[in-house]
């Protein structure tokens, strides 16, 4: 079976790259390409994986190109994980919209609409490559903002799309383990956009043990979310938001907190990225050492992850039991296997809506547990949106649509559109200083008019 990663250069290709390393049944990925359009990066990416290849006979032999059709030809999977503009963009998107007195990260708030501006035009031609090219192929996006993205990949390959993020299985399994169940034996009631939902029911047994936990304000407050959000909050929602929900909920407080960094997230990743490319690539390091250098870096990035929101919560640093990654790219592995095996899986997915919430139409993209088999991912039914989540899913999905929208037809006044109807940005003034901002910074917003 073969693996193509577009953006095969990124900083969490070994991600992937290790959990094939354990998959040994049979069937699994025998060849994995890199595709990237930075070469340097590609080389040095490379090099990590041979080491982590090291002395395992089966390792999947890695093979990595600039040429896109070269890397989609013949692919089973492709997974998708670009970041157009890279991280010195996303630097740009944060100063941009904190100027404005707005946030602005990654996939949430003015950041994420900058952020999907730039992505969904490379995202919709890479989805009519792979169309042409590998038209039997699977996509699996990891693209952010991967709500909107996938949805924009999905007009061209319809449900052969399957977003995924780690953010739901890390709180899952957070819960789970607090509740004393095996994370795999419990149903997760989590439902709403990426980056934007909520588990309402953990049952183990056919029994919802989440009002259990809701009841204990010391277990509540012993796992990441609960300190970030605070008991008393849980309690009066009656449910255990996604972290990104902290953005929502605690806006104000968080936006002051971005203002006074002396160092953005995105500027901070650009910077310490710079160094461990810079030493990976290097043609003189010794076995061994581009890995080390991969371990070291990831370390320190996750150790800082969110370090503004917990310092608004006053939670202080993270705990060992939060460092430990969503595993998205077992999530991958899973999907994958459950697709090419017909191994049946439930997983929480990016997927076309199909009615399964009666506040947005059939092709909006959703993020739910879902059914998995040899045909796709299937959502499963699950009971409406409470008031409160009704409001903020659908404001938020209206500004996705209006991305969708000026990517489209390049209407300056569409892409305005999408930063006012958000509901993290109070103003249509400031709406359009954001487009010029972000226009005048990107030359990947070049085509809006």
Known sequence: MRLTILGGGGFRVPLVYGALLGDHAEGRVSHVTLYDEDSGRLRAMARVLADQAEGIADAPAVTATTDLDEALRGADFVFSAIRVGGLEGRAADERIALAEGVLGQETVGAGGIAYGLRTVPVAREIARRVARTAPDAWVINFTNPAGVVTEAMAEELGDRVIGICDSPVGLGRRIARLLGARPEEAWIDYVGLNHLGWVRGLRIGGRDELPRLLADARALESFEEGRLFGAEWLRSLGAIPNEYLHY??????????????????????????????????RPDTGPGAALAAWDRTRAEREATYMAENREVAGVGEREESDLQSGGYEKVALALMRAIARDERATLILNVRNRGTLSVLDAEA???????VDA??????????????AVGLVASVKAAEREVLAAARSGSRADAVKAFALHPL????GV???????YAAEHPGLGYLR
């Open 365 to 371: 993209v959703i993020e739910v547990p879902c059914l």
């Open 431 to 437: 709406a359009r200083r954001l487009v010029t901002g």
């Open 375 to 388: 045909n796709g991912a299937h959502p499963v039914a699950v009971d409406p949106l409470p008031l409160h």
């Open 248 to 281: 929502y909920y605690f806006n104000r407080d968080t936006v002051r907190a971005y203002q006074e960094v002396k160092q953005t997230r995105g500027a901070f990743l650009r910077d310490q990225q710079r160094g461990f490319y810079a030493e990976a690539g």
């Open 425 to 428: 940005v109070d103003s249509v």
